[in-house]
């Protein structure tokens, strides 16, 4: 399924939300100039569980936790995650306000890195993508607008359909998705998608949303 726009309106302008794309798009650009030393570039600066376990610096250790977000490995990768984070972050950072959204993404990516390490502490496979801190505005936009339509296409073989999906279906079906898909890499020592990082984004983002909004939850209404 692939969400074209959901159908909340949001009162302020994302700034935070459209920076964070701006920054994901110019950081892929800069990595597809890096020819023959982008792979140099990509185990340096996305997350290697096992590095972590390595006698290097702490900064060394720390920083990729941050700098993998904002690392994509093909224009598909990048594209996807930037849709879902222009249809589904504006909206909770509407809510959140503009810092607090910021820091609020910063540590579902370090919730998702963390779930990662701990499926795949041995793994020395750089993760790099912002999937991982998406995932955890995708768990907070389901806590706070169950309700909400999400304009949809889904390919159906030869025949595509676009329809109106509740947003707690869409997004029910995406985490459940990711899951079994989880449970089914477990074990794998292949290159792949990190879909426990997906997993504890999302589940850091309804957890960490407690923390940011008094109230325990937020309902669209119209």
Same mark, same amino acid.
């Given at each position: ?36 030393r ?8 996305g ?28 224009w ?40 990662? +390490?701990?499926?795949s %502490?041995?793994?020395?496979?750089? *993760?790099?993508? !912002?999937?991982? $801190?998406?995932? #955890?505005?995708?768990? &907070?936009?389901l ?27 869409f ?9 079994? +898909?989880?449970?089914? %890499?477990?074990?794998?020592?292949? *290159?792949?998608? !990190?879909?426990? $990082?997906?997993? #504890?984004?999302?589940? &850091? ?18």
């Amino acid at each position: 399924m692939i969400p074209l726009r959901d159908n909340i309106p949001h009162r302020r302008k994302p700034i935070v939300t459209v920076l964070i794309l701006i920054v994901n798009i110019v950081v892929f650009l800069y990595e597809i100039s890096l020819g023959q030393r982008l792979e140099e570039f990509i185990y340096l600066y996305g997350f290697i569980p096992h590095s972590l376990f390595l006698p290097i610096s702490f900064l060394s250790k720390i920083k990729p936790l941050f700098t993998s977000m904002f690392l994509h490995a093909s224009w598909a990768h990048l594209v996807g995650n930037m849709l879902f984070l222009w249809i589904f972050a504006d909206n909770v950072e509407d809510r959140l306000g503009h810092f607090n959204f910021l820091i609020f993404y910063v540590l579902c990516g370090f919730g998702a890195s963390l779930s990662h +390490l701990i499926m795949s %502490s041995h793994s020395r496979i750089p *993760a790099v993508g !912002a999937s991982g $801190a998406i995932a #955890g505005v995708l768990g &907070a936009y389901l806590v706070m607008f169950p309700s909400a339509k999400v304009l949809t296409l889904i390919p159906l073989f030869i025949f595509w359909q676009i329809v109106e999906v509740p947003a707690f279906i869409f997004l029910g079906v995406w985490f459940i998705y990711q899951f079994l +898909l989880g449970v089914s %890499s477990i074990g794998g020592t292949q *290159a792949g998608i !990190a879909f426990w $990082a997906h997993i #504890g984004g999302f589940i &850091a983002g309804i957890v960490l949303l407690r923390v940011f909004i008094r109230r325990k939850r937020y309902y669209y209404s119209g």
